[in-house]
């Protein structure tokens, strides 16, 4: 789904991500890698989930539309106990095998984690935001003056029922200034959101990305 905003083309992506046309970066949130291995060092009998193959679809989504960079908005990482060898290693391969600069701005998640991120992986960290005119990249939704704001945090997502059916699909928000959008991560909750006056939601039904 092609939308255009600040005079620049965005791709909503089925796989829970953006391309923004002009500046050829990819724009995701919230992974929450090795949120599994957290639940389960609590005790919680949990599968390991598919960070993994989570890693393989920014993989197979930089392969498809060659971006320079690639912008994570917040909670790369679950927590601390998350933080598994298997992860780091899984991860650090991952990262210098990539083929574009990936930047990260720190969520809630990330913040206590920041100190124990392998002082070897090429990330590039933004602590408060990321600003690149006309759009500015945060992980909480706020406002911003002057600037189109990406946001996560929220994992949006939509109820769509009638009196034989029931559907939750994940979405994107789109506002007038501000997008939040979906958790990119597989193995991660959301938050029911509405339709709302000045605001278009546009919901992720397989490999359709489609406006409601």
């Keep these: ?17 953006v391309f923004w046309e002009e500046q050829h970066t990819l724009i995701l949130a919230d992974m929450h890698m090795g949120k599994a291995t957290h639940f389960q060092k609590e005790g919680i009998s949990v599968p390991e989930g598919s960070w993994e193959e989570d890693l393989q679809r920014v993989t197979t989504l930089i392969q498809k539309f060659q971006p320079r960079m690639c912008v994570i908005v917040g909670d790369l990482i679950h927590t601390s106990k998350g933080l598994s060898s298997q992860v780091k290693m899984v991860f650090s391969h991952w990262l210098q095998a990539c083929e574009c600069e990936i930047h990260l701005v720190l969520g809630n998640h990330d913040f206590s984690l920041a100190k124990n991120l392998p002082s070897e992986w090429p990330l590039h960290i933004h602590r408060e935001g990321l600003l690149l005119d006309p759009f500015y990249f945060s992980h909480h939704p706020l406002r911003h003056a002057g600037h189109f704001v990406w946001a996560g945090h929220l994992h949006p997502k939509v109820e769509i029922k009638n009196a034989h059916d029931r559907l939750v699909l994940r979405c994107f928000q789109i506002f007038p200034h501000l ?27 397989d490999s359709c990305v489609i406006p409601l």
């Design 179 to 205: 997008a939040i959008l979906p958790a990119f991560g597989s193995f991660v909750g959301g938050t029911f959101v509405k339709k709302t006056q000045g605001g278009i939601l546009y919901a992720i039904a």
């Design 1 to 17: 789904m092609k939308i255009e905003i600040r005079h620049q083309t965005c791709h909503l992506l089925a796989e829970r991500a």
